[in-house]
């Protein structure tokens, strides 16, 4: 069993609360905490949080009344974490975790929510910030692992049922949303958007230069700081 070695407090919506970290798990983020304000979750919904990672997200939706909250990671290290916090918070009863690629460990469940905030950061700036210790990140342009999940949602949501969408400029977002309108049509729309700071490394970066330049990533300065656009997308089945 890995050693918990990191402990934080989730300040986002329906916090204050604890949860613990096993080693290489992702932390929650910017794009966390924004997605999280912009769940709409009903007493009758059936959520699926994919990529949950530590299960904050998960928890969120519990908080806020979901019937029933799965979530679903690549890494046993994340599952084992969020199972524990689960008990932890008294969730465990309407909050399980399963381990596998994307949506593959839940094709037996037909989501009325759908959370996809899987990893889409490029793989060069996940290098030069350390963000993802584990080493998956989101793909060559940060696109790749977003559109794969959007491809593979299938009967796994429901019709009617609302997808929550991170997508922002420090990705090639353009593909991103293109792959989600081969699914969602014109039942897309942004819900929020936010504009962050990154980190003095990633500027200085000759990765993100060229992808700059190739118009992959759109940053824009603000005094000395690079800053980059996040949105949430809640895209609807038809």
Known sequence: MSQ???????????????????????????????????LEI?????????????????????????????????SGEAVQAAR???????LADRVEFRQGDLLEPVRDLQASV????????????AEVTGWFPDGRAGGPTGAELPRKMLESIG???????????????IQDEKSIIEAARRVFGDNMVSVIEREFPLPDIVGKSLAVARMMKDGLLSLHK???RWLWRLQIWRCERA
């Open 222 to 224: 603000r005094g000395s």
């Open 155 to 169: 009967d796994t949501l429901a019709p009617g049922g609302r997808l929550y969408l991170p997508t922002g400029t």
């Open 4 to 38: 918990i070695v990191n402990e934080i407090e989730w300040r986002g919506r329906t916090g204050p609360f604890t949860i613990r970290l096993n080693p290489g798990v992702f932390s929650p983020t910017h794009t966390s905490r924004t997605l999280a304000e912009a």
């Open 84 to 90: 524990e916090n689960a008990v932890r918070l008294g």
């Open 42 to 74: 009903t007493p009758e919904d059936t959520v699926i949080d994919v990529g949950c990672g530590s299960g904050v997200l998960s928890f969120v939706a519990a908080r806020l009344g979901a019937k029933r909250v799965v979530g679903c990671d690549l």
């Open 114 to 125: 759908l959370i996809g905030d899987v990893s889409g950061i490029p793989d060069a700036i």
